[in-house]
């Protein structure tokens, strides 16, 4: 950029903008990569939290499925009469220009689907849990997915930043400086030619 440009006062003032609006452009970039990245570090909390509940929660799920199996024989046929849940809705919010979804489970009424002359206790506590796994699940695919859209953007934001910092802004400081000496030099050069000029007429 530098030794293609012609050294006037009309391109320092031009190169100085340019200069300024990167620098700008830089704090910009860099204040959006932080909130991210804080929006993100929160987002992998949740991420953790909401995996430990669904760990301990599928366990005792599955306990209380066991202990029904010995109970009442396979529970198959009980599965069978569970209704398929449609009632999964996605929606987008934006920070920072970051699509994040929003993902909602419909609440629907509680209603067992199977008799309870023919079910135990431990098979409806297992039908309850797996209804929290499914809130859960859904919370935390909202999660997991805001954390790689998060990270993805930062990944860019960063890519852009340095492009700004280690490549575009030293640029235009090595042009301003540049224009600035070569157009001293010609300052000097002209008053040194004034001085020689007034002393041949005095």
Same mark, same amino acid.
């Given at each position: 950029?530098?030794?293609?440009?012609?050294?006037? #006062?009309?391109?320092?003032?031009?190169?100085?903008?340019?200069?300024? =609006?990167?620098?700008? @452009?830089?704090?910009? +970039?860099?204040?959006?990569?932080?909130?991210? $990245?804080?929006?993100?570090?929160?987002?992998?909390?949740?991420?953790?939290?909401?995996?430990?509940?669904?760990?301990?929660?599928?366990?005792?799920?599955?306990?209380? +499925?066991?202990?029904?199996?010995?109970? $009442?024989?396979?529970? /198959?046929?009980?599965?069978?009469? *569970?209704?398929?849940?449609? @009632?999964?809705?996605?929606?987008?919010?934006?920070?920072?220009? $970051?699509? +994040?979804?929003?993902?909602?489970?419909?609440?629907?009424? $509680?209603?067992?689907?199977? @008799?309870?002359?023919?079910?135990?206790?431990?098979?409806? #506590?297992? !039908?309850?849990? =797996?209804? *929290?796994?499914?809130?859960?699940?859904?919370?935390?695919?909202?999660?997991?997915?805001? *954390?790689?859209?998060?990270?993805?953007?930062?990944?860019?934001?960063?890519?852009?930043?340095?492009? +700004?910092?280690?490549?575009?802004?030293?640029?235009?400081?090595?042009? *301003?400086?540049?224009?600035?000496?070569?157009? /001293?030099?010609?300052?000097?050069?002209?008053? @040194?030619?004034?001085?020689?000029? #007034? #002393?041949? !007429?005095?």
């Amino acid at each position: 950029m530098a030794n293609n440009i012609i050294p006037t #006062k009309g391109n320092l003032i031009t190169t100085k903008k340019s200069l300024d =609006f990167a620098s700008v @452009g830089y704090d910009l +970039l860099d204040r959006k990569r932080n909130i991210l $990245v804080r929006e993100m570090m929160a987002h992998i909390d949740k991420a953790a939290k909401i995996q430990t509940e669904i760990d301990e929660t599928y366990a005792q799920a599955y306990r209380a +499925l066991q202990a029904a199996n010995i109970t $009442v024989g396979s529970c /198959d046929s009980f599965a069978e009469t *569970v209704h398929i849940d449609d @009632g999964l809705s996605i929606n987008f919010r934006s920070v920072m220009g $970051v699509e +994040l979804p929003a993902v909602t489970l419909a609440e629907s009424p $509680v209603q067992i689907p199977f @008799g309870l002359h023919t079910s135990t206790s431990l098979l409806d #506590k297992a !039908f309850f849990k =797996f209804r *929290v796994v499914k809130q859960l699940t859904a919370e935390l695919a909202e999660v997991e997915n805001s *954390v790689y859209r998060l990270a993805d953007a930062i990944k860019r934001t960063q890519k852009r930043a340095n492009a +700004l910092k280690n490549i575009i802004i030293p640029q235009y400081v090595a042009t *301003v400086k540049l224009i600035s000496e070569t157009l /001293d030099e010609r300052e000097r050069e002209e008053f @040194g030619r004034l001085k020689v000029i #007034k #002393k041949n !007429f005095d």
